[in-house]
């Protein structure tokens, strides 16, 4: 289950956001009405910020490759970018790259965001990055950004690296098998239950999981408080999740996801590959934002 060495860094793609989140709401509004969240937070978003965040603090090199923004949200997250320990080499700044925000909305059982993103994610020096020094793998945070540049993953495994993708739900391309095909390639995908129920038509995480791993050599199925699923080639493994205080779930996906890599990553066995991606993720939910928990940690070191 190890992966080609060209080095030790991850290049995490994707679009960055600002994450408005209101929490600890009783019940999601409806329309006409008010509801009031006892906690908010703002605090940089998107799948790759999140991963790559979650994969420094495990002391793994990750660098950023997005577009962002000259508006006043984007100048406010490039701060806190900083403060992530991010490498924002690649990312690009230009006007027309934001803003990109989402406001989530987080009740007990569940969440429903509203996104404005800009129309292209993918930055002009995306080929150039794929060769940057001590790169090892190229994950990809979304596959609206994918869509883009179909290239993209002959380009990657030119360079010599390994790919990973979640497809993170976008309901004008998360149904039919385009996205399917157009993966070809990825060696690791990331998707959840309801992202894979799309992808295969099936509800029960055995079946789903089947359908997807005749299309991907590792496929790791994230299924929320139930824990997670994985499937590498013909082989199974499932670990549940831990009993924790659930704050906020945004991101716990994508901090699941850098769990995964930095484990797989290091040749770890795909049982403990997945048992660390189950921890990190469950260990996101305990604080507001898809980085949050990464302060608690470092304070508690």
């Not at 490498?87 to 009740?107: F, M, N, S």
């Not at 391309?173 to 070809?184: E, K, N, Q, R």
């Not at 189950?278 to 934002?289: E, F, K, L, N, T």
């Amino acid at each position: 289950m190890t992966s080609k060495n060209n080095g030790e860094g991850v290049l995490s793609l994707g679009r960055i956001y600002a994450d408005l989140a209101f929490a600890e709401l009783d019940a999601p509004p409806t329309p006409g009405r008010e509801v009031y969240a006892q906690s908010f937070s703002l605090t940089p978003g998107g799948g790759a910020v999140i991963t790559a965040a979650h994969l420094v603090a495990a002391g793994r090199p990750a660098h950023l490759l997005a577009r962002l923004g000259t508006d006043p949200i984007a100048v406010a997250i490039a701060s806190e970018l900083t403060a992530l320990d991010l490498d924002l080499t690649y990312v690009e700044r230009a006007a027309d790259a934001g803003p990109q925000l989402t406001v989530a909305i987080v009740t007990p059982e569940d969440r429903a965001f509203i996104t404005r993103r800009s129309p292209r994610g993918m930055p002009s020096q995306a080929a150039a990055a794929l060769h940057g020094a001590g790169l090892r793998h190229l994950h990809i945070a979304e596959y609206a950004t994918l869509a883009e540049n179909p290239a993209l993953i002959v380009t990657a495994k030119m360079a010599g690296l390994t790919i990973s993708l979640d497809p993170s739900w976008d309901e004008s391309l998360i149904h039919g098998p385009a996205l399917l095909a157009a993966s070809s390639g990825v060696d690791v995908f990331f998707p959840n239950m309801d992202e894979a129920t799309a992808l295969t038509g099936k509800t029960a995480p055995a079946a789903a999981l089947d359908i997807l791993a005749q299309h991907f050599p590792v496929v790791a199925l994230k299924c929320g408080s139930a824990g997670a699923m994985l499937a590498v080639g013909s082989t199974r493994f499932s670990v549940t999740a831990p009993k924790t205080v659930v704050v906020d779930t945004i991101g716990a996906g994508d901090s699941f996801n850098a769990g995964f890599l930095d484990a797989w990553l290091s040749g770890l066995a795909p049982e403990e590959v997945l048992r660390r991606a189950v921890q990190r993720g469950s260990q996101s939910v305990m604080a507001a934002g898809g980085t949050g928990c990464l302060s608690q940690m470092k304070s508690a070191s």
